[in-house]
């Protein structure tokens, strides 16, 4: 039996997630520990958000709570911060649980969608936010580094896609991640862009496939957007410049992102299919 979710003092030596212990159940209270209000006859529509314990995917966690979903918060290793994550989906009227895996194992991104079936029924939108950024000129980029970022980046979307062309009911909706660099073209950013390049290919042609199931499956593209992915390595007058570049004149916040995805995710944004939506405040 699954133990409640609880803060890890070591997140790294979590359990992976093919291991039950790794699956922490849906908490029946709200965080403050009161009872949290029962759920109506009806069930409640599921969301798996993976890079769900950080930046635009935590947000969109509690987005999708706070429109009812029942969310699995999927992480890579910061237990602590996946729970916090699913606590806050609660407070916000939903419900959640923790599941730790790997995007690009297989068995651990198999194992992540039965534990979101056996807990809340099925699936009906999954929101693929996980990913990992290295900047570097291409004729300096060290080749090892490129197969990580795209062991994630790429194969991890092709993993967690998978899944969902398999599981995901119908009225449902995949919503993957691009960057509106792959536009902008910077300098340094060649292996990130080209990666996500792959997914927006990757998540049209998915749409394509998935004709006669009623899913969407639509890609978003956010421009600079202020979370730790972008802010990292980055001194204050890079920042304050590319704040400048777009016409609204700041930078992106993951509240922003997270409203588009609600929206692809909800019935209001189903008619919109196989599509590219760069979330940038007009940068290009």
């Known amino acids: 039996m699954p133990t409640p979710a609880s803060p890890a003092s070591d997140p790294s030596a979590a359990s992976p997630a093919s291991d039950p212990s790794a699956v ?10 009161t009872a949290a209000p029962s759920q109506s006859s009806a069930s409640p529509r599921v969301a798996i958000v993976t890079g769900g314990s950080r930046g635009i995917g935590r947000r969109t966690v509690a987005r999708l709570a706070a429109d009812g979903y029942a969310v699995v918060v999927g992480y890579a290793g910061n237990q602590v911060e996946a729970e916090a994550a699913a606590k806050e989906a609660v407070t916000n009227g939903g419900r959640a649980i923790t599941v730790r895996a790997d995007v690009a194992d297989e ?4 194992a992540l969608f039965d534990a979101a ?34 062991r994630t980046n790429v194969r991890g979307t092709f993993v967690v896609v ?40 990757l998540t049209l042609i998915l749409a394509r496939e998935l004709r006669g199931r009623d899913v969407t499956a639509n890609t978003v593209a956010p421009g600079p957007t202020a979370t730790d992915l972008f802010l990292d390595g980055k001194d204050e007058e890079t920042i304050a410049r590319l704040a400048a570049q777009p016409p609204l004149e700041r930078l992106g916040t993951p509240a922003d992102i997270a409203e588009v995805v609600a929206f692809l995710a909800s019935p209001a944004g189903h008619w919109i299919n196989g599509q590219v939506i760069r979330a940038n405040g007009g940068i290009i």
């Open 24 to 33: 922490s159940p849906a908490f029946p209270a709200s965080a403050d520990g």
């Open 107 to 110: 068995h651990a991104v198999a």
């Open 117 to 150: 079936e056996a807990e809340f029924g099925g699936v009906d939108v999954v929101v693929h936010a996980a990913g990992r950024m290295h900047l570097a000129p291409i004729a300096e980029l060290d080749l090892a580094v490129l197969d990580d970022l795209h």
């Open 162 to 201: 998978q899944q969902a062309a398999r599981r995901v009911r119908p009225g449902g909706a995949v919503v993957t991640f691009s960057t509106s660099v792959v536009g902008l073209a910077f300098p340094g950013y060649g292996a990130y862009a080209a990666g996500k390049g792959a997914v927006e290919a």
